[in-house]
C-alpha cells in the first residue's frame, strides 16, 4: 500500500471515531431522557367539590393550566428524545461505513476505493459551495479542506501502487 493511500484509509478511520463518539454520547443522553419521560405516571383527576368558593375556583383553573403546560412541556421532550435519537443513530451508521471504508482501504479492495472516491468528492463539493459562502478566516478553513480532499481523491485516483 502507498503512504498515500495509508494516509487516506487513517482519515476515514479517524473521521468514524470522531463521528462515533459524540453520536454515542447523544444516543445515550436520548434513551435515558426518553425512558424517564415515558415511565413518568399519569397526574390523577381532581375530584370536584359541592360547593366552590372563589378560591377554590381559582386553584382549580390554576392547576388545569399548570396541567397543560406540563403535558405540552412533556411532549417537546419526548419530541427531543426521539429526534436526537434518530439523528444519533444515522451518524452511527455514517460511522460505521467511513470505518468500513477506511478498513477495506487498508485491505486494498477496489470497493471501498470506489466509494471513499465518492465520499470525497462530495465533500470536495461541499467545501467549495461553502468556500462561495464563508467570509474571513472561515475561508482559511475551506480552502483547507479542499487541499486535504483533492490530496485524497489523488492518492485514490493513483491506486495502491501494487
Avoid at 473521521?15 to 397526574?43: C, E, H, K, S, Y
Avoid at 444515522?90 to 460511522?95: G, M, Q, S, T, Y
Amino acid at each position: 500500500m502507498t503512504p498515500d493511500i495509508a494516509h487516506v484509509a487513517l482519515a476515514f478511520c479517524a473521521g468514524a471515531a470522531i463521528l462515533a463518539v459524540p453520536a454515542m454520547a447523544g444516543l445515550l443522553f436520548a434513551l435515558t431522557l426518553g425512558i424517564r419521560l415515558w415511565r413518568q405516571p399519569a397526574t390523577p383527576a381532581s375530584a370536584p367539590v359541592r360547593n366552590p368558593d372563589a378560591i377554590l375556583l381559582m386553584l382549580g383553573g390554576i392547576t388545569r393550566v399548570a396541567t397543560a403546560i406540563g403535558g405540552v412541556v412533556g411532549f417537546a421532550g419526548r419530541l427531543l428524545a426521539i429526534v436526537l435519537t434518530l439523528a444519533s443513530v444515522v451518524a452511527l451508521l455514517v460511522a460505521g461505513v467511513l470505518y468500513a471504508t477506511g478498513r477495506g482501504l487498508q485491505e486494498h479492495e477496489d470497493g471501498a476505493r470506489g466509494l471513499a472516491a465518492a465520499i470525497t468528492g462530495g465533500l470536495l463539493l461541499m467545501s467549495g459551495v461553502s468556500l462561495t459562502m464563508a467570509r474571513r478566516l472561515w475561508r482559511l478553513l475551506c480552502v483547507a479542506l479542499i487541499a486535504a480532499e483533492v490530496y485524497a481523491l489523488a492518492a485514490l485516483w493513483h491506486g495502491y501502487g501494487g
